[in-house]
């Protein structure tokens, strides 16, 4: 229940071939939630792009808005692409802690 550590929006993108950069109006998070928990067996595709010399431009639900340095993420996309080659990723915590106002 903190607006202040909900993301509201995010710079987003979304790479469906090997560097091809679409427009993507969601920031994904890390889970997929079922029944109202967070499905840890796989990750969701990252959508957040790391645009500006390596951070992402966020915005918060209290209105405040920061810049957030990608974490630490290997993996493929739904697309089997390499999500951190193309700067798309998510920022610590990788969980949904900062997806859902609660």
């Known amino acids: ?4 550590e909900t993301l509201m929006f ?10 091809t950069l ?13 029944r109202g928990k967070p499905m840890t067996g796989f990750y969701l595709s ?15 639900a209290d209105g405040h808005s920061d810049s957030r340095r990608m974490a630490d993420f290997s993996g493929t996309n739904v697309y089997d692409v390499d999500s951190a080659s193309v700067k798309l990723g998510w920022f610590e915590p990788i969980d949904n802690t900062l997806f859902d106002l609660k």
Do not use: L
Not at 1 to 4: G, K, R
Not at 13 to 18: K, W
Not at 46 to 60: D, M, N, T
């Open 10 to 19: 995010a710079d987003t993108a979304m790479c469906v071939e090997s560097s």
């Open 46 to 60: 990252p959508s957040i792009h790391f645009r500006h010399r390596g951070r992402a431009k966020v915005e918060w």
């Open 22 to 34: 679409i427009e993507y109006s969601f920031a994904e998070p890390p889970f997929y939630v079922y």
């Open 1 to 4: 229940s903190n607006p202040a």
